[in-house]
């Protein structure tokens, strides 16, 4: 079996531009659901452990480690690399792919990073640097007897934060089409390819804001991202600050405490203390097209689509199936 996880490949985005995908619009299967925060860090690692977030305790793009608010994907903040602080093996300590050392196609860049060690630890890595190379991987693995192969592709990720939904998106679309189309083709006797992903996307623009001063003057600091945005509140302050999210943002965002969250099962049924620690005090989650900005939250350039609520548009993700 082979699984092909498509970054932002979102199951409504497909639906709405099908005719760009004719290969993954002819496979058989459906949308699924993601997990929470609908966010790549979170939802890979459960794809890749079969844990929820409240077992593996990876619980968003920006994790509060106690002391530090780390940026999951670089394993940093604006100081630099904290590996050596936060070593991703007690950080997210539950084995991927039940310890078995599993190929795993990605790039080649991401080898040897904190986060790969994190959700991909023990694989073997077999990085790609050209994303024409996967289909050719995959097919001398399969036809090397291989009876599982993970393969990883994020076109369409950045390219709709980047750019949005227009014609890049249509373009990157097909281009990512041809893929799964390619890796199709290498499939042996008796296997399946399965395509997913980790979440979809929402348009934002520029509807991105800064929590409401109320909210803000009672918030030590802040975590997650923007549309799945964690407040930590002062000492003391919690209550405030949901009262003061709620009075605020309640018309753009649902907006929860920690312990309604964990009731609610938002992260599964358990949430052990580790992963509980970890989490903010309020947790504001945009349901309309809005963003909440953060200062130390900021890359390269503005975000036209974004992911981490809980809307159908960014919760429901293909798993799609072709065999041979």
């Not at 799964?180 to 980790?198: F, K, N």
């Not at 949430?271 to 900021?298: H, I, M, N």
């Not at 350039?301 to 429901?316: I, K, N, P, Q, Y």
Request: aromatic residues 6%; charged residues 20%.
């Amino acid at each position: 079996m082979v699984l092909l996880v498509v970054d932002g490949l979102g199951w409504h985005q497909l639906q709405e531009h099908g005719r760009h995908a004719p290969t993954l619009m002819s496979m058989s299967g459906g949308a699924i659901t993601s997990v929470a925060p609908t966010t790549t860090v979170t939802a890979l690692t459960s794809i890749t452990t079969g844990l929820t977030p409240g077992e593996h305790a990876m619980v968003g793009y920006r994790i509060d480690l106690g002391g530090h608010v780390v940026q999951m994907l670089r394993w940093g903040d604006d100081k630099g690399d904290l590996r050596s602080t936060y070593p991703p093996d007690l950080v997210q300590p539950c084995p991927p792919f039940m310890g078995a050392a599993v190929p795993v196609i990605s790039k080649a860049e991401l080898e040897g990073t904190a986060f790969t060690e994190a959700h991909l630890r023990g694989s073997k890595p077999m990085g790609w640097r050209a994303a024409s190379s996967i289909a050719v991987q995959v097919g001398q693995l399969l036809n090397a007897g291989h009876k599982f192969v993970y393969a990883y592709y994020d076109g369409v990720d950045k390219i709709a934060h980047e750019r949005g939904f227009g014609e890049y998106y249509e373009s990157e679309l097909r281009n990512a089409d041809r893929l799964v189309g390619d890796v199709a083709e290498q499939l042996t006797p008796g296997s399946v390819l399965l395509v997913t992903a980790d979440h979809g996307q929402v348009h934002v623009g520029k509807n991105t804001k800064t929590p409401h001063h109320d909210v803000l003057m009672r918030t030590a600091h802040q975590s997650g991202e923007g549309r799945f945005r964690w407040l930590h509140a002062k000492s003391g302050a919690a209550n405030d600050v949901l009262d003061a999210a709620r009075e605020h943002h309640g018309h753009e965002a649902w907006v929860v405490s920690r312990d309604e969250a964990c009731e609610a099962g938002w992260f599964g049924k358990r949430v052990t203390d580790t992963a509980r620690k970890r989490l903010g005090d309020v947790a504001l989650v945009p349901f309309t097209g809005t963003s909440f900005d953060e200062p130390l939250d900021s890359g390269a350039f503005s975000l036209v689509c974004r992911h981490g609520s809980l809307t159908a548009a960014e919760v429901d993700v293909p798993l799609l199936a072709i065999a041979r």
